[in-house]
């Protein structure tokens, strides 16, 4: 079946109009609150964002901050989960909530937090219901909020200055979707080793690291575009040919061959289900300028 709802994996750090950063001031094709907005309702609907604070150890701060960016934009319908345990995650009122939302945005924080408690409760099962269901719906994830979304999600390591066998941790995520491995702040904290890491030992999957203040816009589960002021570096395995990862012991660095690499800017579409880049004609260009 073809999901009808929207998923929004942003890379954190995504523009709150608090001060710009210095990428922000030199790319002309930035815009304030860019990716917040993709969450707001359209103009022919109403809506109500649920934010999930799980993942965060300081769901306060998160509250207020995000309560004082949509001011600024002019939203104001916002409610507030901080689910701290599988009990309240079956609580019929939170389902009640969900099913009434129009979007549903994971916060950032530990992503094995948000899975532990989260996963496999009738909360997920009703934002998965929602998604795969209502054309309306958006689900949205920052920073570990985005990389718990996918099936499969990154836990730990993975950052040396080379591939190591046994370094990295992949765990299950909240399964909201499939066929991606998702890493966040991808850029800035140097994590291009931990992702390929990631897709070496899972070809199947498509990797997924996004820079911040970057969203990857998925809609019927396999249309792509990148939006916001960074750049989305897509990793695939599937065209792999020789590599070491079967053979060696733990500790030992991995090779790869023909490991492909997309660079995505704001505005470049792809194609999840194809694995490739999908070009814009003249007339689509000109109208996002």
Same mark, same amino acid.
């Given at each position: 079946?073809?999901?009808?709802?929207?998923?929004l994996?942003?890379?954190? =750090?995504?523009?709150?109009?608090?001060g710009? @950063?210095?990428?922000?001031r030199?790319?002309?094709?930035?815009?304030? /609150?860019?990716?917040? @907005?993709?969450?707001?309702?359209?103009k022919?609907?109403?809506?109500?964002?649920?934010?999930?604070?799980?993942?965060?150890?300081?769901?306060?701060?998160?509250k207020?901050?995000y309560m004082e $960016?949509?001011?600024?934009?002019?939203?104001?319908d916002?409610? /507030?989960?901080?689910?701290?345990?599988? *009990?309240?995650?079956?609580?019929?009122?939170?389902?009640?909530?969900?099913?009434?939302?129009? =979007?549903?945005?994971?916060?950032?924080?530990?992503q094995? $937090?948000?899975?532990?408690?989260?996963g496999?409760?009738?909360?997920?099962?009703?934002i998965?219901?929602?998604?795969?269901?209502?054309?309306? /719906?958006?689900?949205?994830?920052?920073?570990?909020?985005?990389?718990?979304l996918?099936?499969?999600m990154?836990l730990?390591?993975?950052?040396?200055?080379?591939?190591? @066998?046994?370094?990295?941790?992949?765990?299950?995520?909240?399964?909201v979707?499939?066929?991606?491995?998702?890493?966040?702040?991808?850029?800035?904290?140097?994590?291009?080793?931990r992702?390929?890491?990631?897709?070496?030992?899972?070809?199947?999957?498509?990797?997924i690291?996004?820079?911040?203040?970057?969203? /990857? #816009?998925?809609k *019927?589960?396999?249309? =792509?575009?990148?939006r916001?002021?960074?750049? #989305?570096?897509?990793?695939?395995?599937?065209?792999?040919?020789?590599?070491?990862?079967?053979?060696i012991?733990e500790?030992?660095? #991995?090779?790869?061959?023909?490991?492909?690499?997309h660079?995505?800017? @704001?505005g470049?579409?792809?194609?999840?289900?194809?694995?490739?880049?999908v070009?814009?004609t003249?007339?689509?260009?000109?109208?996002?300028?």
């Open positions: 079946m073809i999901p009808k709802g929207t998923i994996i942003i890379g954190g =750090a995504e523009d709150r109009g608090d710009e @950063k210095d990428i922000q030199q790319n002309k094709n930035f815009e304030h /609150f860019e990716i917040l @907005k993709e969450l707001l309702p359209s022919h609907t109403k809506g109500r964002i649920e934010l999930i604070t799980t993942a965060s150890s300081v769901p306060e701060e998160m207020k901050m $960016a949509y001011k600024k934009i002019g939203f104001s916002i409610g /507030f989960i901080d689910i701290k345990d599988k *009990k309240e995650a079956r609580s019929p009122e939170y389902r009640e909530r969900i099913h009434n939302a129009h =979007a549903v945005f994971f916060s950032g924080g530990d094995f $937090a948000l899975t532990g408690i989260l496999g409760t009738e909360v997920v099962d009703a998965r219901d929602k998604y795969m269901h209502d054309r309306e /719906f958006v689900v949205a994830g920052t920073s570990a909020g985005a990389m718990a996918p099936k499969m990154i730990e390591g993975g950052v040396n200055e080379a591939i190591i @066998k046994g370094d990295l941790r992949v765990t299950s995520g909240l399964g979707f499939d066929t991606c491995i998702i890493d966040t702040h991808f850029i800035k904290r140097g994590r291009f080793g992702l390929a890491n990631a897709i070496v030992m899972n070809p199947e999957s498509l990797g690291g996004l820079g911040e203040d970057t969203v /990857f #816009i998925i *019927k589960g396999c249309e =792509a575009e990148c916001g002021s960074g750049m #989305i570096v897509i990793i695939d395995g599937n065209a792999i040919e020789q590599t070491n990862i079967t053979e012991e500790g030992m660095p #991995i090779f790869v061959e023909n490991l492909k690499v660079l995505l800017a @704001k470049s579409r792809f194609s999840i289900k194809e694995r490739k880049m070009y814009q003249k007339k689509e260009k000109e109208q996002q300028t």
